[in-house]
């Protein structure tokens, strides 16, 4: 069974950077595409940046483009999320997502069918 599991969130000062990673455990990873996720309190969750199997297309949301990377080490069945330039507004849960089949999907929320529980990221001084 498909399980995931984000670690690496935390509290950090504006301008800073994290590492999020997303563990994926059950399945062969090449097969399925990936995604983050955020929601922060009183909003929609939306899609932060996904990547398709192998790792060859990504997409961003404009408001983290040229700020956060989306990566991938299947041979570790590891999908991470370097995060720099963190402002306040980046405050939110994050969640990884999994969704069968190696292509890039739109990263959007209902396009992903396995969810992690999630990583609280706190920007504030």
């Known amino acids: 069974q498909l399980q995931l599991v984000e670690s690496g969130g935390g509290l950090v000062q504006p301008g800073g950077s994290l590492r999020l990673s997303c563990a994926v455990s059950g399945v062969t990873l090449d097969y399925y595409a990936i995604g983050w996720f955020r929601q922060a309190p009183g909003k929609e969750r939306e899609g932060v940046s996904c990547?398709?199997?192998?790792?060859?297309?990504?997409n961003y949301a404009d408001s983290v483009k040229g700020r956060f990377t989306i990566s991938r080490d299947n041979a570790k069945n590891t999908v991470y999320l370097q995060m720099n330039s963190l402002k306040p507004d980046d405050t939110a849960v994050y969640y990884c997502?999994?969704?069968?089949?190696?292509?890039?999907?739109?990263?959007?929320?209902?396009?992903?069918?396995?969810w992690g529980q999630g990583t609280q990221v706190t920007v504030s001084s």
């Open positions: 997502a999994a969704a069968p089949g190696p292509r890039l999907r739109r990263c959007a929320p209902a396009e992903y069918e396995y």
């Open positions: 990547i398709s199997g192998r790792g060859t297309s990504t």
